[in-house]
């Protein structure tokens, strides 16, 4: 699922993945904030690698599958 504003864009990802790919559709570099449940809330982490893949998509890789929400701004 993904919620997108006019100052950013959220993607839930509700199936755990080594790979997310936020289409956030800002038309532009966003900056990524990326939160992991864990233990039954959300973390802020660092992913294993965030990479544009174009104005409107990021690609987000973990080492391990994961849930969570990745935020754009």
């Known amino acids: 699922m993904i919620s997108v504003s006019k100052v950013g864009?959220?993607?839930?990802?509700?199936v755990p993945a080594t790979e997310w790919v936020f289409e956030h559709k800002l038309k532009r570099t966003a900056v990524i904030d990326v939160y992991i449940n864990f233990q039954g809330r959300l973390e802020k982490i660092m992913p294993s690698s965030v990479q544009q893949i174009s104005p409107d998509e990021t690609?987000?890789?973990f080492s391990d599958p994961q849930t969570g929400v990745a935020r754009a701004v």
Not at 9 to 14: I, L, N, R
Request: charged share 20%; no cysteine.
């Open 9 to 14: 864009a959220t993607h839930v990802q509700e």
């Open 59 to 61: 690609r987000i890789v």
